[in-house]
């Protein structure tokens, strides 16, 4: 059968790739037409059609600002599955662009599977009926979707989680310092995201805890998306090194993280490294999205739990001094470094075992050959 798959984001690209593997595994006969990042491509053997580095804008302004090259990206998109004529399409997470690719594949008569569902959840639950009238087969990542779609009549899947794959696929360098040259410090890690508006927001902020930890290293998780000159522009003066695709590495191998919200927050948890979730945008988005979303917390080791695991620090709550005060309770307070790796414990017993793409693969195959 002949996939076409769609990520728009750098964890989008690592969970498309597993899936990929895991479709090749289940279906000899796959073929693969992809939009998303490096590593997709190269799971797949395939160029991609469009990079995730030309898709992500985070934040409602941002968006408004990027418009022309969103309707370009999609227009692009339309007329490759137009021409490829794809057994079925499926999409991960990203939903902006997604449901509209889904829009158009339903009027082609082209099955649509979502693998990693929208965080419709979160704001926008309207949404749900879209993706009834949408999408056939839905396959969720999070504990807690499962009880979201059954409230609106919505048969879903739990797959479980693919972090919980890539994880456990991973193989961890012992001798990553010495390869990097960071010397016998404890490392303090940074990471400030992995699209160019969060470094922006965040890495200013992130690089000025530099003289106040002068018995640790900071190091920066590097995104593949960009180079280390781009960092560079950052960092500026201080002595901070950037790696690139190290990042499980870096976290194995650090005693505390400052992290942008988002999916590195759950990674982050998973290899039980004590952190600190930070957040900044554009005023007027954050605002916005103030006013929308539905949930009390923003990263994903707080929702899962449902109760306050790691400290956030949002928007004017994000500064350097309030991010310096938490690291140091991570490092140097037993008591909450203990109860961290408690609510941890908990996370981890609610996300289960690995097996979220050959879940998933195996699922998409079974409803393509119409046993459903």
């Not at 595994?25 to 490096?38: H, L, Q, Y």
């Not at 998109?77 to 339903?106: C, H, M, R, S």
């Not at 696929?169 to 990097?180: I, L």
Request: proline residues 5%; aromatic residues 10%.
């Amino acid at each position: 059968m002949r996939y076409y798959i769609i990520a728009g984001e750098t964890s989008g690209d690592l969970h498309g790739a597993n899936l990929i593997k895991a479709l090749k595994k289940e279906d000899p006969e796959a073929s693969f037409n992809i939009v998303g990042g490096d590593q997709m491509a190269a799971a797949a053997g395939e160029p991609v059609l469009i990079h995730t580095s030309e898709m992500a804008f985070m934040g409602f302004i941002e968006v408004l600002k990027n418009l022309s090259s969103i309707a370009r990206n999609l227009k692009k998109v339309k007329e490759d599955i137009l021409k490829q004529q794809p057994d079925t399409l499926i999409l991960i997470d990203f939903p902006g662009f997604n449901l509209k690719v889904a829009a158009y594949a339903k009027k082609l008569g082209i099955k649509v599977c979502y693998y990693i569902s929208p965080k419709i959840w979160a704001w926008n639950q309207k949404r749900v009926h879209k993706i009834k009238r949408l999408v056939d087969h839905m396959f969720c990542i999070l504990p807690f979707e499962v009880k979201f779609y059954k409230q609106f009549h919505y048969p879903v899947n739990y797959v479980g989680n693919p972090l919980l794959d890539a994880i456990a696929a991973y193989q961890f360098n012992p001798n990553f310092k010495e390869d990097n040259g960071l010397g016998i410090r404890p490392i303090i890690a940074l990471l400030p995201g992995s699209r160019k508006m969060e470094i922006q927001n965040l890495l200013p902020v992130m690089v000025e805890l530099h003289n106040m930890f002068p018995a640790h290293q900071l190091v920066i998780a590097g995104a593949p998306n960009f180079d280390k000159t781009f960092y560079q522009d950052y960092i500026g003066d201080y002595d901070i090194p950037v790696v690139f695709d190290q990042t499980y590495d870096l976290l194995k191998n650090a005693e505390a993280a400052v992290v942008a919200s988002g999916t590195a927050t759950l990674e982050t948890a998973l290899l039980r490294v004590p952190q600190v979730v930070v957040y900044r945008a554009n005023p007027i988005s954050v605002m916005i999205a103030r006013k929308l979303i539905k949930v009390r917390f923003i990263s994903l080791v707080n929702l899962i739990n449902d109760y306050l695991s790691v400290r956030e620090l949002i928007q004017d709550d994000c500064d350097t001094m309030s991010i310096a005060s938490e690291v140091k309770e991570l490092i140097l307070n037993p008591t909450h470094r203990a109860s961290v790796m408690e609510n941890y414990d908990i996370l981890i017993e609610k996300m289960g075992t690995p097996g979220a793409s050959e879940k998933t693969a195996a699922l998409i195959v079974k409803y393509m050959k119409g046993e459903e």
